[in-house]
């Protein structure tokens, strides 16, 4: 079994000219044609049989007309009419319901048309539309004994505006995909061990140094958070996998750490879950699997600063040596740790993970967990929590989200809620029982073990999974946070945490 990181990247966009517009109009399968929600002066003899189609969207009740060109019959043609100033979540929405609606898994070619909308519409709508429509044929893991047929498309055009950015959207894409592919298998068989070789095959092939901190290393790190949680594992293939990308004249020290969890399953350990909670627990390790989205979606983009990415792979379990309530272990830097609930395991595999990526100062760190309930209950499933060591980031960090899709809140981080974590044995507490604030705590003793010259940002990743899909992605998990990290990337005020290198 390998990673199908490559999968997308069979499909060919080409940014057609207005010349051979008319002509790629006859060979697409489906054409999507969209026009300005407001009337105003609408081009209509750009379009192949523009005149009866205007007639068509007027007599139609919707917004959308989906119909056939009239002088090929083989081309399915969709109409839309699209708010022009909508904000990248709901562009990314629409353009999941259209093609829902529109496009059929045999069809070879989409054609996407944006001449009719204003210049700075066009370009965002177009590449919406291909999110959604590379969101849509991604292909997924399936053990049915007749898995669904594989989509057929293999080329998109697009009339209209070049979106600027469309590099960035496949890169998303590509990244988005593998978070979501690995996230689907089921827990015996995406095992620590397994998602380690996976992992280190895509790495091996993308020219990206590895090397895995297995128990005996990280006994000797002194690394006792992440080993409390591993223990109970029968099979001893819990460790830390730290992945390199260092790009030609890059930098040696990491300008960008990503870091994961990646509980392979989350038993809950001896504080069992109910059936109900621990159901899809597989999924536990989806902050890993966007760590390693976000890593291949940046060296398809050659980024140029050097970038480390660190998975923390274990399972939860319960058995004799499992770790139990008043406990007391040592993270690697020392840090006693008081446990008080089992199934919060996730802030003890990342206290030790964020310890170590600390080491080599990287002037950014971005952690992504399905961590807390309380965020959840927060935020719903629509959006993911962030909560940063530095308030004045919180701006970026909402402007990225609302520009991905990937919506995302800021939470207080002051360091009076140190309290509720003291301990009378031990220097911090690992969380309370009561469940107020849970995710802000969980960041709060996080924040201990990061080293606080590093600009640090934690995603909560409540909407790691969301009925029916999220902006453009159309299954239930949705891979969420690649496409957050690609956006916050290009806000000013990271880029400056760069330039003070
Ligand atoms: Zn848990």
Known sequence: M?????????ITINEIGEG??????????????????????????????????????????????????CDTGATRLLIARVPVDADGFRRLERARKLLEGGLRPRDRALLIDTRLLPESAAADWSEA???????????????????????GLRRIDLAGAHPPALSRARAAAQGNHIARWLARLPGNELTPARYRRLAEDLARREGISSRFLGEAALERLGAGAFLAVSRASERRDAGILHLRYRPRGGGRRPALALVGKGICFDTGGVNLKSARYMHGMHEDMSGSAVALGTLLALKRLKFPLAVDCWLALAENHIGPRAYKPNDVVHACDRTSIEIVHTDAEGRMVLADTLALASRSRPRLMLDFATLTGACVQALST?????????????????????????RVWPFPMDDDYDQALESDIADIRQCTLDSEADHILAARFLNRFVAPDTAWIHLDLSASRHKGGLAHVPTDNTGFGVGFALRLLEQDKIRRLWEAC
């Open 2 to 10: 390998r990673i199908p990181y490559q999968a997308l990247e069979k």
């Open 20 to 69: 051979i517009a008319a002509d790629r109009f006859k060979t697409a399968d489906l054409a999507v044609v969209l026009l300005p929600a407001r009337p105003g002066r609408i081009r209509w003899s750009a379009l192949p049989d523009g005149h009866r189609l205007k007639a068509r969207l007027a007599q139609a009740q919707d917004d959308e007309l989906l119909t056939e060109l």
């Open 129 to 151: 539309l291909v999110s959604a429509a590379l969101a849509r044929i991604a292909p997924l893991p399936s053990r049915k004994r007749e898995p669904p047929p594989p989509w």
């Open 382 to 406: 629509r959006y993911s929590g962030a909560l940063c060591n530095r308030a004045h980031l919180h701006r970026a960090i909402e402007t990225a989200g609302r520009e991905s899709g990937e």
